[in-house]
């Protein structure tokens, strides 16, 4: 009528009982409430034997690897870089030593902080870690987010030869 020309089609659909929301089970696959999920319209009997239902039964021997295949990049092949501490006379040694250890997070011990500190504000720098070249390029971000800054850099381990 007159009071459905404004109604949309989809909402008409409804009111007219074209869509239903309660859609019968059989209609849903069979997945209604309680009934049960897929189960085979033919019977099929295969038996398999399963090494775990008689674990002392010799069954056919099953080749195992002896080694786990080796990656394709070995780790001796990863270039290596250097987490490089700058030094700074603005510095507090124990500040710089808590902040490496908490960045490098395991990756070095306490004595090896100082150490690492005490040559850098000597000689200007000193290797702090040497990693692979996204974590030392993650770890120099991390110092340059600490406040006060911790200065650092990395660069390409030299091999030596």
């Known amino acids: 009528g007159a009071a459905e020309a404004f109604v949309p089609h989809h909402t008409r659909a409804m009111h007219a009982g074209h ?16 009934s049960p999920l897929a189960s085979p319209k033919v019977g099929v009997n295969i038996k398999v034997k399963s090494p775990m239902q008689n ?51 395991g990756g070095i011990e306490k004595e090896k902080a100082k150490s690492c500190f005490q040559e850098a504000q000597q000689h200007g720098s000193s290797i702090a870690i040497v990693v692979q070249q996204e974590h030392a390029e993650h770890y120099v971000q991390q110092f340059g987010r600490c406040d006060p800054i911790v200065f650092t850099t990395c660069e390409p381990e030299t091999p030596e030869s």
Not at 19 to 34: C, N, S
Not at 74 to 90: A, F, H, R, T
């Open 19 to 34: 869509v239903r929301m309660g859609a019968e089970p059989q209609r849903m696959g069979g997945l209604g409430k309680g």
């Open 55 to 105: 674990p002392g039964a010799a069954g056919p021997k099953i080749d195992t690897p002896k080694t786990i295949r080796e990656r394709k990049t070995e780790e001796s092949e990863v270039p290596m870089w250097n987490v490089i501490l700058l030094g700074d006379e603005e510095y507090d040694e124990g500040y710089v030593c808590q902040t490496m250890l908490q960045v490098l997070s």
